[in-house]
């Protein structure tokens, strides 16, 4: 697996990839997975346990369920430690995923949340939503 083949994929879309196996961000994420690694932090992993949490998602998982999907997360992403701090999307909430874009030399974020799209290309590092991470991942 080439160094350059990292990938950051956001929270909704893990989320995705977890209730909607057959939806387009989950098949974006499966492919990240496929093509090299995901990246995650601390925070990323944290925002992930805070939102599969939530009540909402009982009706559609068991407790279990989500922790197990927490926990393989967790054992096949590269957890990225945060030495240079980022501080550039309007929505400051996001900064995280640039953060582990930039400091674990990803070569992309995949991701629908406009707030990040907006900032397409960042540092050197391709912001892309899932339709277009499928059609063309970046090399």
């Not at 501080?87 to 995949?110: Q, T, W």
């Not at 406009?114 to 050197?124: R, V």
Request: aromatic share 8%; hydrophobic share 50%; glycine share 4%.
């Amino acid at each position: 697996m080439s160094w350059s083949r990292r990938w950051v994929v956001d929270t909704n879309l893990l989320i995705s990839r977890l209730l909607l196996p057959d939806s387009v961000p989950a098949k974006a994420v499966q492919s990240a997975m496929e093509a090299g690694e995901l990246l995650v932090s601390d925070a990323t992993l944290e925002e992930l346990a805070n939102v599969v949490s939530r009540p909402k998602f009982d009706k559609y998982l068991t407790f279990a369920e989500r922790r197990e999907f927490f926990e393989l997360l967790a054992r096949v992403a590269v957890r990225v430690e945060i030495l240079r701090p980022v501080k550039a999307c309007r929505d400051p909430k996001d900064d995280k995923f640039l953060e582990v874009a930039v400091n674990g030399s990803a070569l992309a974020i995949v991701t629908g949340d406009a707030n990040l799209l907006a900032l397409h290309p960042f540092m050197g590092v391709s912001i892309l939503a899932p339709g277009r991470f499928l059609e063309s991942p970046p090399e």
